[in-house]
């Protein structure tokens, strides 16, 4: 059975950083796409960042670029999200997803099949 699990998450002040990961089990992400979404409450699902295993292509959010690093390690089966200079609008739930997408999107959400339970990320002001 495939699974996703995030952890990493906390609470942080504001220009902190935290690392998520996502380790997946019962499937090899060499062949899959990877995507960070998060929801704050009472806001709509948003794309943060994906990972295209396959080419190492990476994608960001305007919101976060330059501040979130997406990565993978393939011997672990694990995606990491390194989060820096955070601000109290990253406060959310963070999650991980994946789907055999030969292109990774941070815009479509409902293209990916296999979701975590998330992590909750809060960053105080």
Known sequence: QMHLVES???LVQSGGSLRLSCSASGFNLDYYSVGWFRQAPGRE???VSCLTISSNDTRYAGSVK???II???NGKNM???QMNNLKPEDTAQYYCAA???PICTVEVPQLYDYWGQGTQVTVSS
């Open 8 to 10: 990493g998450g906390g």
């Open 45 to 47: 699902r948003e794309g």
């Open 66 to 68: 330059g501040r979130f």
């Open 71 to 73: 990565s993978v390690d």
């Open 79 to 81: 995606v990491y999200l």
């Open 99 to 101: 789907a055999p997408l």
